[in-house]
């Protein structure tokens, strides 16, 4: 693995489409009307995807021990032993919360902070992560890997393509707007959750960075291995940090939330568990927080002072916490609303509900150990190939 891996990671939004009710994933915006996380223009498509995606399934499947997918959680993805879904607001301080804050609240002060990426005003529009489902009936298709396929950090499998899905930002499968273009498909079956980088399937099938998770494994800390990237720079799955107009509509999100900085804003080099990799973009002092931070927010924070969907999310960063994933500028990534029961203009929650926050209303919980991304850090794995 070079030293340079995920380099290519400066900006990320993603669009994430067809997650079941009550296994929240949302997105923010650039405006009003929905944005996405990464400084690309051209990725800032409004055109409203019209496919009617077979996707909007609720779970059919027999592995819902846990009440969830697979056996998790309801509105969780993998079981209640990974740290994303376990609460973290009696969890005592890290020594470095005041100085990380600090420096977040006179360093970070972009109008896309705490902005979100992928609730808008116009149904079914690309902003935010998209989120599709397979069974056993999809068929699984083999790819060609591009320049952003990291071996052995990337998984070669074949990739289960829902008939009439989309990747994140677009409206079918292939990368036209030049974005992440990320491909995010659970296979309920299979019980997988597969997720690509850079994904452009038009005549042929090219793929960056694919990461295969079992979502019935009991990860260890290191996940799918230390010093290993994923879709997403810190090493994470992105669905599992993913909320929705769903969830909101249920009045609850039960993990952890999805957040992001510009690389300058994170600690060089540097991760905490459950990240298992950084980046070499990262330039930030040693009071900026590293790859895998977990802030929370305050218990003391007025919740009165937000509207009742905002309060959804509000109550999550209060118990669940945020987890600092991949580089980029709006602060939150949620579902798009093209392929979930309810839509964000329906349930009340835009791009800029939780922008009155500031980062005097977050502290950090203990983060442990520290672990440098260096030219030791070595990811070491025998990638999936079916």
Same mark, same amino acid.
């Given at each position: 693995?070079?030293?340079?891996?995920?380099?290519?990671?400066?900006?990320?939004?993603?669009?994430?489409?067809?997650?079941?009710?009550?296994?929240?994933?949302?997105?923010?915006?650039?405006?009003?009307?929905?944005?996405?996380?990464?400084?690309?223009?051209?990725?800032?498509?409004?055109?409203?995807?019209?496919?009617?995606?077979?996707?909007?399934?609720?779970?059919?499947?027999?592995?819902?021990?846990?009440?969830?997918?697979?056996?998790?959680?309801?509105?969780?993805?993998?079981?209640?032993?990974? &740290?994303?879904?376990?609460?973290?607001?009696? @969890? %005592?301080?890290?020594?470095?919360?005041?100085?990380?804050?600090?420096?977040?609240?006179?360093?970070?002060?972009?109008?896309?902070?705490?902005?979100?990426?992928?609730?808008?005003?116009?149904?079914?529009?690309?902003?935010?992560?998209?989120?599709? /489902?397979?069974? =056993?009936? @999809?068929?699984?298709?083999?790819?060609?890997?591009?320049?952003?396929?990291?071996?052995?950090?990337?998984?070669?499998? $074949?990739?289960?393509?829902? %008939?009439?899905?989309?990747?994140?930002?677009?409206?079918?499968?292939?990368?036209?707007?030049?974005?992440?273009?990320?491909?995010?498909? @659970?296979?309920?079956?299979?019980?997988?959750? /597969?997720?690509?980088?850079?994904?452009?399937?038009?005549?042929?099938? /090219?793929?960056?960075?694919?990461?295969?998770?079992?979502?019935?494994?009991?990860?260890?800390?290191?996940?799918?291995?230390?010093?290993?990237?994923? %879709?997403?720079?810190?090493?994470? $799955?992105?669905?599992?940090?993913?909320?929705?107009?769903?969830?909101?509509?249920?009045?609850?999100?039960?993990?952890?939330?999805?957040?992001?900085?510009? =690389?300058?804003?994170?600690?060089?080099?540097?991760?905490?568990? $459950?990240?298992?990799?950084?980046?070499?973009?990262?330039?930030?002092?040693?009071?900026?927080? &590293?790859?895998?931070?977990?802030?929370?927010?305050?218990?003391?924070?007025? !919740?009165?002072? !937000?509207?009742?969907?905002?309060?959804?999310?509000?109550?999550?960063?209060?118990?669940?916490?945020?987890? !600092?994933?991949?580089?980029?500028?709006?602060?939150?990534?949620?579902?798009?609303?093209?392929?979930?029961?309810?839509?964000?203009?329906?349930?009340?929650?835009? &791009?800029?509900?939780?922008?009155?926050?500031?980062?005097?209303?977050?502290?950090?919980?203990?983060?442990?150990?520290?672990?440098?991304?260096?030219?030791?850090?070595?990811?070491?794995?025998?990638?999936?190939?079916?």
């Amino acid at each position: 693995m070079s030293s340079d891996k995920r380099f290519a990671h400066p900006t990320r939004w993603l669009a994430l489409a067809a997650f079941l009710t009550g296994l929240g994933l949302a997105g923010c915006g650039d405006d009003d009307s929905g944005g996405n996380n990464t400084a690309n223009s051209n990725n800032l498509n409004t055109n409203a995807n019209d496919n009617d995606n077979a996707n909007t399934n609720s779970n059919t499947n027999n592995n819902t021990n846990g009440g969830g997918i697979c056996g998790a959680g309801v509105g969780q993805l993998f079981d209640g032993s990974h &740290p994303w879904n376990q609460r973290v607001d009696s @969890v %005592a301080l890290d020594a470095e919360s005041a100085d990380i804050i600090t420096y977040l609240q006179t360093n970070h002060t972009a109008g896309s902070k705490f902005r979100m990426d992928g609730p808008s005003d116009t149904p079914d529009s690309l902003y935010g992560i998209t989120i599709l /489902y397979a069974d =056993n009936s @999809v068929t699984h298709e083999s790819f060609i890997e591009t320049g952003d396929f990291y071996s052995p950090d990337c998984d070669p499998a $074949p990739v289960p393509i829902p %008939a009439a899905g989309a990747i994140e930002g677009e409206t079918a499968y292939a990368c036209d707007g030049d974005g992440d273009c990320h491909l995010i498909v @659970v296979d309920t079956d299979e019980c997988r959750l /597969y997720e690509m980088w850079r994904a452009n399937y038009d005549a042929e099938f /090219y793929g960056g960075c694919l990461a295969v998770w079992d979502l019935t494994q009991a990860y260890t800390p290191t996940l799918r291995g230390d010093c290993c990237t994923s %879709a997403d720079a810190a090493g994470l $799955p992105i669905a599992a940090h993913m909320f929705s107009a769903d969830d909101i509509a249920a009045g609850a999100i039960h993990h952890a939330i999805r957040f992001i900085l510009p =690389n300058e804003h994170m600690r060089n080099r540097i991760y905490v568990r $459950p990240a298992t990799h950084s980046t070499g973009a990262t330039s930030g002092p040693a009071q900026a927080p &590293p790859y895998g931070a977990r802030l929370r927010l305050r218990a003391d924070f007025d !919740l009165g002072s !937000l509207n009742t969907a905002a309060q959804v999310v509000a109550e999550a960063l209060m118990q669940y916490g945020m987890i !600092l994933s991949d580089g980029g500028n709006i602060t939150f990534t949620a579902l798009n609303d093209r392929f979930t029961t309810h839509k964000w203009v329906d349930v009340g929650l835009g &791009p800029n509900d939780l922008t009155s926050l500031e980062w005097t209303d977050f502290e950090v919980p203990e983060l442990g150990q520290r672990y440098t991304w260096d030219g030791a850090c070595d990811c070491q794995r025998t990638p999936v190939t079916q």
